[in-house]
């Protein structure tokens, strides 16, 4: 059974927009990975994900002083600290994958995994509380 986009966006705390630009950097990384050439940087590699990200930060700005002009100052702290820490926990993992594979880095990968695990939780915490 998949998931419709009203449960998507109820347990990621993400618009449909935003779902719709981190598919689109995926899909553009996924196309970067498969045609890499062996002497490409991965930072090179990794950048469509860095861009998604940069855009969902800017969305998420606009969304968060759009909602303060709306007057509904509690709900876009809400949504400002929920986004804020998805993106944030996402980016550390793709950064510390990206140091990882370029050889830049002495962890481990479950040290690399960590953040994900901790972004689990929170989704985890985020689909107990709804109704």
Do not use: N
């Not at 689109?24 to 090179?44: E, I």
């Not at 950064?95 to 050889?103: E, M, P, T």
């Amino acid at each position: 059974m998949f998931f419709t986009t009203r449960e998507l966006v109820q347990w990621l705390g993400l618009t449909v927009f935003e779902m719709w630009v981190q598919l689109a950097a995926v899909t553009a990384f996924t196309v970067v990975l498969a045609l890499r050439p062996a002497d490409a940087s991965w930072w090179a590699t990794f950048s469509p994900l860095f861009v998604g990200d940069a855009l969902c930060a800017y969305f998420c700005a606009i969304v968060l002083v759009r909602m303060h002009l709306e007057e509904m100052h509690k709900a876009a702290v809400l949504r400002a600290a929920w986004s804020a820490s998805l993106l944030l926990l996402l980016f550390v993992f793709k950064f510390l994958l990206c140091r990882k594979l370029a050889g830049q880095s002495g962890l481990v990968f479950s040290e690399v995994m960590s953040p994900v695990f901790i972004l689990l939780q929170l989704v985890l915490i985020r689909a107990c509380q709804l109704h």
